[in-house]
Structures are given as C-alpha cells and as structure tokens.
C-alpha cells in the first residue's frame, strides 16, 4: 500500500472514533495527520520527477552511445579513432603543450598546430594569449 493510501487509511480511522479537536491531544493528532499528508502528496511529486529524470538518462545514454558508435571512424578510412588526422602527418606523433593562461590561472593543453597559430583564445575565461614558437627546437 501507498504511503499516500496508508495515510488516507489512518485519517479515516481517526475520523471513525468521531475524535473533536477540542484537547490538545486530539489537536496534535490531527496536525500530524495533515502533516503526513503533506509529506505523502510531496513524495509522490518526488517520485514523479525521479521517474522522469530516470527515463531523460535513459534516452541521453542511448544517443550518447549512438553517438559513440557513429563516431568511432576517424572517416578517412585509417579505422583510427583519433579525430585530429595528426596520425596522418607523416607518422609523427603529435606533441603536445601546456600552457597556463594569465587570466584564470588554469591550464591549457594545446598540440603543436594550435602553437603554432600564434593566438589562440582561453577556453576557459575568453582570454587571447599570444603563443610563441621556436621552429628551431622542433
């Protein structure tokens, strides 16, 4: 039986006793009464939304595993699973960089092409950091 039932049940039977509401125990009585009833309809809105929540993941875990599965090609026929084609550029493995940006203090881990580019902004803040790269140590 539902809380919500229960708490319809237990109501009925103090009314059954034909109790008044004139002593301050049969006052108390009847306030805890509403206030299980209170908490019973406000449960039942809790479970409502749960249920939902759970059936919004479910549909999320299922794009995100089409997702997944759409995505698993790099698409240029290699079966790779990288996305940035360096593994392409002449077999060289890419190297990477951390950066820490000025504004936010976080750090940014950028590849070799991003460097590159001179200018790039912080994902992060928004920050432009200007980025210097040396041709000769590469």
Known sequence: MSIGKRVTYLKGLVEGLSL???TKEEKILHAIIDILGDISTEMEEIEKTVE???D???ILAEELERLVETDNDCGCGCGSHRHDHAHH????????YTVCC???QKEITIDEEVLKLGTIDCPNCGEALELEFDEDEE
């Open 20 to 22: 008044g509401s004139s």
């Open 89 to 96: 550029d002449k077999g060289r493995t890419p190297t990477f």
């Open 56 to 58: 919004d993941i479910m």
């Open 102 to 104: 000025p504004g936010c």
């Open 52 to 54: 939902q929540l759970d």
